[in-house]
């Protein structure tokens, strides 16, 4: 058996992990928001106030510190206005982003903001600078959050809200380099300027305002953009996004070399994290911005027989290692990442939940996050990994994936150790060693013979993690292939 060591290093913190690195991200698209979480009061699928009872109570469970709305793509043709008043006299829109649906604009900011305190999450508005007007952005901010007697206050208490509504996360536009309107780096930095200037704290929410950062690990934007902004004082988050694609012909179609070559893909995130943040030190020598990454996750081909332009897609165990390592590697960043949004909630590619009419199931990937979830808040520890590689090929080339990959957190005396084997076939044994007393040990497992296994509507729970009971001895311990472990563990 292939042996390793890991080393918690309690002296060596790394920083406070936000609990904001699990946030969530819904948009209108596909199922996402309509038939995913909002049915409306009159559905026939058990609903509170319009919202999915199953999905609610199950969100509910996982605690996702904020929630990003109303994209993507969409965000920056979305006209806030459309989606406050009376439902019925909302305005229809096309949905020029997502298969030109009709969006009936059913879900506004009211029914947002209800969503987000049913769930216990921030609010996080993602504003509209490709096809909107810096007033128009600004007026979403007084809506929102004036306390006082404006006109846009009264209108927001008229239509249920007399308190403000406190919103503190802002973006300014999304992927503005594509959808959010084709900017080059200068001309972005300059509206981005522009928009934040008139972006007022109205209700001492301590406003956070968010860039639009890179396509991935785009040194030139991210070089471009901080260059022109200069010394702009209204900035105080920057946001790329990192989708780590998919391999094979679909979420549950791959072979072996295919389900590493997506976990190695996966991995890539810390590169670009590691260049990003070196890139804004330059920029930002005392680290007063924090860096995002507002949309993440597994982008599968699209699935037969659905709408591709729905983006909907299967979740298997495969997705939920995407996670695992996704959620380690922001444990590693935690003294600089502020925020990190999969993409997205429900139904759309890497999803938490999957619906169908009045059927829900929790995908792999949701048990990542209901297992990672202790590291909320704690703090993040460094950890040492000696051990082999799996070597595998891509074409005429070879890749390499680190035998386990892991992070850890403390918080008082219970420490959080999450760890992935991604070996398909082989157990690794690693001794742990944790440089202190361990007192009491307990684990989850999430694993299961098949790499495609997931969650279907007729068998829900095929892939659900399993309870490993330890004692206190965390020597030769085995990690099953194909898995990620969570221990929770008491130290002395
Ligand atoms: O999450 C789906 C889409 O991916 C978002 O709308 C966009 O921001 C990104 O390209």
Known sequence: MAKATITILPDEPIGLIRPELHGQ????????????????????????????????????????????????????????????????QR????????????????????????LCRYLGAEPYLAGNVGSGTVREMRDWVEYCNFTGDSTLARRRASNGSPMALKVRYWGVGNENWGCGGNFCPEDYAAEYKQFATYLRDFSGTNLFRIACGPDGNNHDWTRRFFSKLGRFPHIQGYAAHYYCGTAGPSA?????????????????IEKLICEQRQLMDEFDPQRKIGLLIDEWGAWHLPTPGRNPHHLWQQNTLRDALVAAITLDTFNRHADKLVMANIAQMANVLQAMVLTEGDRMLLTPTYHVFDMYRPHQGATSLRVEIDGPT???????????????????????????????????????????????????????VLTHSEINAHNSFEEPGATVPSDALTNSNVDAVVFAPRSVTAFQIRVA
């Open 25 to 88: 991200f819904i948009e209108h698209l596909g199922g996402c928001i309509d038939g995913g979480i909002w049915v409306g009061e009159n559905s026939s699928i058990p609903n509170i106030s319009g919202f999915r009872t199953d999905v609610l109570e199950s969100m509910k469970k996982l605690r996702p510190p904020v929630l990003r709305w109303p994209g993507g793509c969409y965000a920056d043709d979305y006209h806030w206005e459309d989606g406050i008043g009376p439902a019925a």
């Open 91 to 114: 305005p229809r829109r096309v949905n020029i982003w997502w298969g030109q649906n009709v969006e009936t604009n059913a879900f506004g900011t009211h029914e947002f903001i209800q």
């Open 252 to 268: 549950t179609e791959f072979d072996v070399n295919q389900w590493y070559e997506l976990l190695e893909k996966a991995t890539r």
């Open 390 to 444: 799996i070597s595998f090929p891509v074409g005429p080339e070879k890749r390499q994936l680190p035998a386990l990959m892991a992070s850890a957190s403390l918080r008082g005396e219970k420490l959080l150790l999450t760890v992935v084997n991604p070996h398909a076939s082989l157990p690794v044994e690693a001794n742990i060693d944790l440089r202190r007393k361990a007192i009491g040990v307990s684990s989850k």
